[in-house]
């Protein structure tokens, strides 16, 4: 008997058991019951992929002669930058794509990005043939990859791996829908990590080459892959990250939700400003009251995480010396901008990753100060 494959998530297609992968009323339908709601209703999928789903279908990929698309989020760069990835990459031919670049703000410079992944690419040896920065859900700077792709290609296929989450999928489908192919069949795509379960070839070349996406990295110990759905999602931004700029005086503390506080002491005041998600609750107090407000507040007004999964969650502590111009990073959640020369001290959820760059953007957001 032929298996039929799900084309949002590549799961066979049984119609015997609802609660597991690929089932579907119907032995003919195209899509899984899951991803037929994911795309008609926007629902959440319950059925995430696992790590074993990413090895196996990687360890497979690669055994062929395929060109490699690598793909990481801007937003969370770090985090989607993740050395087992990179291990099975060294020696392979790689484009290396930054996708969600529409989140970033406009004023940023995109040479300074490109400079930065060289020099992290550098840094752990991987020499990519080329790096592009794209937004899938925009459909900005499909053709310039397409014709990257094209130049790399030769006769091979072309596989889209990387973290979950990054926007594998929205990115075969952008490309797609540019090439006017198939999008009355687009694959499955959704706000939480592990939606794409298999490897699923998309016929595309003249040659007999595929289109192959697979399931993404779920890092272990990144927290926020921990994060229930609907806090998973609200740190996602839908849309361009808009600047809020704070000053912070000596014995005050700026929450980010739940997820992070940064605390000023023996400095008259700073500037900063905030990039993140518009569902991330930004909240100042008095430092001397911030560990009652935060037992009192998490999961409340302190959002994300919710509720429900605040016990899971642990946290540690640091200080951070930040020169001004300089952005810190909090991977997966936004990123924060000095104005000023300064010592914070920093906690956040543990394992989440942070990092300091050289500002890849200018602000002159005096007008929003708070
Ligand atoms: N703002 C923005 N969001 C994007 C972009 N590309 C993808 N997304 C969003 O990111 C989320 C994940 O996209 P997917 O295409 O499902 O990501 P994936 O890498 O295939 O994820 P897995 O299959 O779970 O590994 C979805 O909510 C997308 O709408 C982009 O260019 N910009
Ligand atoms: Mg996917």
């Given at each position: ?11 066979i ?9 690929g ?14 709601r994911m795309?008609?209703?926007n ?5 995430v ?29 770090k ?8 291990e ?21 410079q995109?040479?300074?990005v490109v ?6 690419c ?7 043939l ?22 790399a290609?030769?006769n ?15 990115l075969?489908n952008?490309?797609?829908r ?16 592990g ?24 890092a ?24 809020v ?17 940064l ?17 991330v609750v ?10 009652a ?39 997966g ?11 914070i001290?920093?906690?956040?959820l543990?394992?989440?990753e ?17």
């Amino acid at each position: 008997m032929i298996e039929r494959k799900c084309k949002g998530c590549g799961a066979i297609i049984q119609t015997t058991d609802p609660k597991k992968e690929g089932y579907a009323p119907l032995a003919d339908q195209l899509y899984c019951q899951r991803c037929f709601r994911m795309i008609h209703y926007n629902e959440l999928p319950k059925i995430v992929a696992t790590k074993e789903d990413y090895e196996k279908v990687i360890d497979s990929v690669l055994k062929r002669k395929v060109l490699i698309v690598f793909i990481m989020d801007v937003f969370s760069f770090k985090s989607t930058f993740h050395p087992n990835m990179i291990e099975k990459l060294k020696d392979k031919d790689v484009i290396v794509v930054a996708n969600k670049f529409d989140l970033l703000p406009k004023s940023t410079q995109k040479e300074r990005v490109v400079e930065w992944i060289f020099e992290q690419c550098k840094k752990v040896s991987l020499n990519p043939l080329a790096i592009g920065l794209v937004s899938a859900t925009k459909g900005d700077e499909i053709d310039p990859l397409l014709n990257i792709i094209d130049a790399a290609r030769n006769n091979r296929s072309v596989v889209f791996m990387g973290c979950a989450n990054v926007g594998k999928s929205s990115l075969i489908n952008a490309i797609l829908r540019r090439c006017r192919l198939t999008v009355d069949t687009p694959l499955a795509t959704s706000a939480i990590p592990g939606t794409t379960l298999k490897e699923i070839q998309i016929p595309f070349y003249e040659d007999n080459s595929f289109l192959i996406d697979t399931p993404g990295y779920i890092a272990k110990e990144d927290r926020l892959n921990e994060l229930l759905p609907k806090s998973y999602a609200w740190l996602q931004p839908k849309k361009e990250l808009k600047p809020v700029t704070y000053q912070l005086i000596s014995g005050q503390t700026i929450f980010i939700g739940g997820l992070a506080c940064l605390s000023l002491e023996g400095q008259e005041k700073i500037y900063l400003t905030a990039y993140v998600s518009m569902q991330v609750v930004l909240h100042r107090c008095p430092t001397e009251r911030k560990e009652a407000f935060f037992q009192k507040h998490l999961g409340s007004l302190l959002i994300p995480p919710i509720k429900e999964e605040v016990s899971n969650l642990s946290y540690d502590t640091k200080e951070l010396s930040i020169p001004k111009k300089k952005m810190l990073w909090l991977s997966g959640v936004g990123f924060i901008l000095f104005h000023t020369d300064c010592k914070i001290t920093l906690t956040k959820l543990s394992d989440m990753e942070v990092y300091i760059t050289d500002a890849i953007i200018g602000s002159n957001s005096k007008k929003s100060t708070r």
